[in-house]
């Protein structure tokens, strides 16, 4: 029923369930799981998980807080795992200036050279932007990219959102658009088509009401395509089709 865009399952935070969390996902309706790499351990482990689970797919990547670590040699290495079957993208990668773990200037080289990445093996991008949603458009317009991507648990405003649907790109949207504030992400959600939007976990953060502040899971999917139907005037069994169609089409499952 549901296709999950974007899932961190090689988390400290599943030790002690996953193989049994993992194992109930078929019987509870998680049909497809995007298992999205943080760096390049988590890039390895997420690989293991998408050859052990029929139904995972992974990417592989380097997210803005972990760049500071990246080099030339380790990036190779990283680069070499892109042939494995069930890598379906490369991410979560982009720009995070909220709170700046690695210096603005790595984290923009590093950005640009996994997008160039990206574009070598044409698989799509998975997007992480934090207090910098000007500048990751800026960059990403800069490139003629193949296969597009998702901007992952999208933050900025509606206008944005369709500037980035023009170029072919998906919006993600996750637990935040049930929450009581969450006025712009709805915003967002009125305005977009149905077609550009995928949906998404983040396991196990950002869990949706009314499990917030709670680990987060995949199966929590039907509460934020629930808040999806409502905001939009259809069923969830129409938001579940037409988001689970999309995440095929972008990530070629």
């Known amino acids: 029923m549901f296709f999950e865009s974007h899932a ?42 998408a050859k052990e ?27 070499k795992l892109s042939k494995e079957d069930k890598v379906v993208a490369i991410g979560e990668i982009g720009l995070d200036y909220y709170y700046d773990n690695s210096p603005r200037d790595l984290q923009r ?4 050279k996994q997008i160039e990445w ?6 799509p991008i998975i997007v992480h ?7 990751t ?11 597009k991507g998702v901007i992952h648990c999208y933050s900025g405003s509606a206008q944005m959102a369709e500037e980035y649907i023009k170029m072919g790109f998906y ?22 088509p149905i077609s550009s939007i995928l949906i998404e976990t983040d396991s196990p953060y950002l869990s949706p009401e009314p499990y917030r502040g709670r680990r987060n899971d995949s199966r929590n999917l039907k509460y934020i395509a ?13 938001v579940a089709r037409i988001t689970k169609e999309n995440g095929i089409k972008l990530f070629e499952i």
């Open 129 to 135: 932007s934090r207090e910098a949603s000007q500048e």
């Open 8 to 49: 961190h399952y090689d988390d400290e935070a599943f030790n002690e369930d996953r193989e049994d969390l993992l194992s109930s996902f078929p019987n509870e309706g998680i049909d497809y799981v995007i298992q999205t790499a943080a760096d390049i351990a988590s890039s390895k482990a997420g690989l293991k998980l």
């Open 171 to 192: 919006i993600g949207i996750g637990g935040t658009v049930t929450f009581k504030n969450a006025k712009k992400v709805v915003e967002v959600v009125e305005k977009i």
């Open 226 to 238: 629930e808040k999806i139907a409502q905001i939009k005037g259809l069923d969830l069994d129409t």
């Open 53 to 79: 689970y029929d139904f995972i797919y992974c990417s592989l990547g380097v997210h803005p807080h972990e760049v500071k670590e990246l080099n030339e040699d380790n990036f190779n290495v990283l680069k």
């Open 118 to 123: 990206a574009i070598e093996e044409n698989l």
């Open 137 to 147: 458009f800026e960059i990403i317009k800069k490139y003629d990219f193949p296969k």
């Open 109 to 112: 080289y590093w950005f640009e």
